[in-house]
């Protein structure tokens, strides 16, 4: 993957997250961050790893 193709989608999974974040879509987060996590994209992965490692707080 090229950098802007990694730009681009980190873009993207960032609007993504905004958006579940915006409308209260809770049950959507865990979807959107086994996405990241595999999306091959080091910042994503990396993003969501620290998701997982607070996911009560973040669910809650």
Not at 5 to 16: D, I, K, L, P
């Given at each position: 993957m090229s950098r802007l193709?990694?730009?681009?989608?980190?873009?993207?999974?960032?609007?993504?997250?905004?958006r579940l974040l915006r409308q209260h879509r809770d049950n959507e987060l865990e979807v959107w961050a086994d996405q990241a996590e595999n999306s091959g994209v080091r910042k994503n992965c990396s993003f969501a790893t620290t998701l997982y490692c607070d996911w009560d707080v973040v669910v809650a």
């Open positions: 193709e990694q730009v681009a989608a980190t873009a993207r999974a960032v609007a993504e997250f905004a």
